[in-house]
């Protein structure tokens, strides 16, 4: 297993890599897939579900209700699909090809690639921002965490942290500052998991979207 997504009805799915490659719902039917990695997320209508193909070179669209999965289409993007991501309107898809260092643009509607923006090496995992005007990508290689535009992939920020950074979770939760402390200058947090290391680096993510690493976990 290596990616889980929640549906809009509760039930879980489920990504499985390796020789059984699937995807499924928890407690529920499996479907196999003839390869998967990384990504899966819901559309925002919550009946279609977009998937990682790995080495197959695809982003799987499937349909989903009330538990049942159908595979619709596979929409053919890179060499190796890592992370797939949905741009906060929907609008747009973006999947990250790992050997190739390269996030890639689909038009989900056409199905077609309609850009690549050059990323660091090996792209992992893709977070936008919450303003949907610019996207994390971390780097497994790179030991690092960038920032791009959304619409034109212009790199608007790096920062290093730990071997083989993976996972990523943003956070707008601001705790109270103890006595004595100044208040936090961050809007938000990236939580980011560095796998060949026993931390989490929180990074925080300032107004103007500036990246400083505020604390190791």
């Known amino acids: ?13 489920v990504l499985s890599a390796g020789a059984k490659a699937s995807i499924s719902v928890v407690n529920g039917a499996d479907l196999p897939l003839p390869d998967a990695f990384l990504g899966l997320t819901f559309a925002p209508d ?51 090809d790992l050997y190739a260092n390269v996030i890639v643009v689909i038009n989900p509607q056409s199905g077609r690639v309609i850009d690549r923006f050059k990323t660091g090496r090996r792209p992992y995992r893709i977070l936008f921002h919450p303003d ?37 979770v943003l956070s707008a939760y601001k705790p109270e500052p103890e006595e004595g402390q100044p208040a936090a200058v961050w809007k938000y947090r990236l939580f980011v998991a560095a796998s060949n290391t026993n931390s989490v680096y929180v990074v925080g993510i300032g107004d103007n979207k500036t990246m400083n690493l505020v604390d190791t976990i």
Do not use: C
Not at 1 to 13: E, H, I, N, Q
Not at 145 to 150: A, E, I, S
């Open 46 to 96: 919550g009946k279609t579900v977009y998937a990682g193909g790995g080495a197959r070179g695809v982003v799987y669209e499937l349909t989903y209700v009330s538990g049942d999965l159908k595979l619709a289409r596979e929409i053919k993007a890179s060499d190796f699909v890592s992370d797939v991501a949905l741009s906060p309107d929907g609008r747009l898809l973006y999947a990250a």
């Open 132 to 168: 949907g005007g610019s996207f994390f990508v971390s780097s497994w290689a790179d030991a690092a965490v960038y920032q791009y535009n959304t619409v034109n992939g212009e790199e608007l920020g790096r920062i290093r942290l730990g071997p083989h950074a993976i996972d990523m």
């Open 1 to 13: 297993p290596m990616s889980l997504a929640m549906a809009p009805d509760g039930r879980v799915l």
